[in-house]
């Protein structure tokens, strides 16, 4: 019973979606998924692929997955990993499989360069804040998330 984590293939997209469906769920919000497994087959293996994944699978069942991409800070003069999602299922928390996620992404970041490995975290989830910390990554509560989007983005965009 090994935990294996690797960089996802196509046919682990329903997998995938699957997981991104669980974490809405845990992060009290059911109905926001409208990815489809198309959307997220093209953005991971498509032509320019917009962000990568890993999955830990242990004698072959998927128990949690990551997806990041790159960023660009100005400031370091490098790009950077961002942690979009990480989940771990269930019956897999407490076992490790957060950590080596969390782990294997911070060795993708040393070996490609990168100057940071950045994420968000829910204010209400304080099991993750916990598990980020024990981790030694630093929660910075000067910064706050932007967001426009849907009509927002319109909008902001003067097309509206």
């Not at 109905?31 to 032509?47: H, I, Q, S, Y």
């Not at 890993?54 to 998927?62: H, I, Q």
Request: hydrophobic share 50%; charged share 20%; proline share 5%.
């Amino acid at each position: 019973m090994t935990l294996t984590i690797r960089p996802a293939t196509p046919d682990d997209v329903p997998t995938i979606l699957l997981l991104v469906r669980e974490l809405a769920v845990f992060e009290r919000a059911p109905d926001a998924v409208d990815a489809t497994e198309p959307m997220l087959a093209e953005a991971l293996f498509g032509v320019h692929p917009a962000a990568e994944a890993v999955l830990a699978t242990r004698d072959g069942v998927a128990q949690g997955f990551a997806l990041f991409f790159h960023n660009f800070s100005t400031w370091t003069g490098r790009r950077g990993l961002y942690l979009e999602d990480l989940y771990v299922t269930p019956e897999a928390r407490g076992a490790g499989v957060g950590t080596a996620l969390l782990r294997h992404l911070a060795g993708i970041a040393l070996d490609r360069g990168c100057g940071r490995f950045e994420w968000a975290v829910l204010d209400w989830n304080q099991p993750a804040k916990a598990f980020y910390a024990q981790m030694g990554a630093e929660l910075l509560d000067e910064w706050r998330i932007g967001r426009a989007a849907g009509d927002a983005l319109v909008r902001l965009a003067g097309r509206g």
